[in-house]
């Protein structure tokens, strides 16, 4: 039947939760087509309860496949058997490299038009339509598929609600793998820094954007936020999110989270409105900039114009004095 099918993440018995908004976001759209999400599931010695979960989330049905965990080729392979044999007409993806690989490489093999980064998808006459931010973000460009389509969403681009509570029947799969798909191994896995700060809960947030220059220029936020101690940590905006220079967990903004500490500091961010309504309930907000026609000065109880890498470690000292 055609239909929806969504890859869904997993890392020790729990799914990540950009592959739960995924599958809801199918879900939506699957009722709005008149047809079923199902979800995908790829690792090794998943339980048919784990895998049955995603019924709380509005998959229909979910297929479980035997393989190796993490890398993108064997789920390439599944995620083709699958959408073939059940003749599905997208693949929908929450987001993240291993979508970006996985979607890519599921296009090329059944021969599907993709595009990554949306962060909209809506149904028009009967077909999917997907949205996504073009040009340095300034305009949206929208695509339909002329076949099969292959939409990978940008992180935090579907919501992700509660578990209904119900679950999914699952099918087991059996899966010839491509002899290139067994040929890698995961030996290891490692946090990113940060990737555990509770940004959510500080009560002063040292925010850094592109400004920093490179992603070593978080290192003298988190001195500054070393030397408020207490409950401080590091933000940061999507554009270093995206170049890699922080975790997403820290990202600050429409498709990151919502903060109102008690101070925002902000270290060469540009204020753009998607930053801005993730920040501006925050009780004070100090801006450090260069340009001193930066957005940002527009909402900030006081700016600093200049360079942050010679006022970041003044502020670093002035803090420690006056904590003694
Ligand atoms: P830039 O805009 O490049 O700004 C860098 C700033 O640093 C400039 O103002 C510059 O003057 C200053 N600077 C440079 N060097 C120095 C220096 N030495 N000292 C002091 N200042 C310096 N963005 C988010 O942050 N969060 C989101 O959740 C988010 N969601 C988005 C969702 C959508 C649908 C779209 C379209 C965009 C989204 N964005 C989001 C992206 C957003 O539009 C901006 O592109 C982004 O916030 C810019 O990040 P930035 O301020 O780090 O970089």
Redesign the pocket.
């Known amino acids: 039947m055609a239909g929806i099918l969504v890859y869904a993440l997993h890392y020790e018995g729990a799914f990540n939760k950009n592959s739960l908004g995924a599958v809801a976001e199918a879900a939506r759209l699957a009722s709005e087509l008149g047809t079923e999400a199902h979800a995908i599931v790829v690792g090794e010695g998943v339980s048919d309860d784990l895998a049955g979960q995603l019924g709380g989330y509005g998959a229909a049905k979910v297929f479980k496949v035997e393989g190796p965990e993490g890398l993108s080729q064997p789920v390439v392979d599944a995620m083709a058997k699958v959408m073939t044999d059940n003749g599905h007409d997208y693949a929908l993806f929450g987001g993240g490299l291993l979508g970006f690989e996985i979607g890519a490489g599921l296009a090329a093999r059944i021969g599907a038009g993709v595009t990554m980064e949306v962060?909209s998808v809506s149904v028009d006459g009967g077909k999917l339509v997907a949205e996504r931010?073009i040009l340095g973000?300034s305009s949206i460009s929208e695509s339909r598929y002329k076949g099969k389509g292959i939409i990978i969403g940008r992180l935090n681009a579907f919501e992700v609600p509660a578990s209904n509570g119900g679950t999914a029947a699952v099918e087991t799969v059996d899966v010839e793998f491509s002899p290139w798909s067994t040929k890698a191994k995961m030996v290891q896995r490692g946090e990113q820094r940060g990737a555990d700060v509770d940004i959510e809960g500080a009560d002063v947030l040292i925010a850094g954007?592109?400004?920093l220059?490179k992603p070593e220029g978080f290192d003298q936020l988190q001195d500054l936020a070393g030397a408020f101690g207490g409950n401080s940590a590091v933000a940061a905006?999507?554009?270093?999110v995206d170049a890699g220079w922080y975790p997403y967990a820290a990202?600050?903004?429409?498709?990151?989270k919502t903060v109102a500490p008690k101070l925002y500091l902000a270290a060469?961010?540009?204020g753009?409105i998607?930053?801005k309504v993730?920040m501006q309930s925050s009780e004070n907000i100090v801006a450090?900039?260069?340009?001193s026609n930066?957005p940002i000065f527009e909402f900030s109880d006081l700016g600093i114009v200049g360079?942050?890498?010679k006022i970041v470690p003044k502020l670093i000292e002035a803090v420690k004095a006056k904590k003694g």
């Open positions: 962060t931010p973000d954007g592109r400004g220059g905006t999507r554009a270093v990202q600050i903004g429409q498709t990151g060469g961010i540009s753009a998607q930053h993730g450090i900039n260069k340009d930066a360079d942050l890498n």
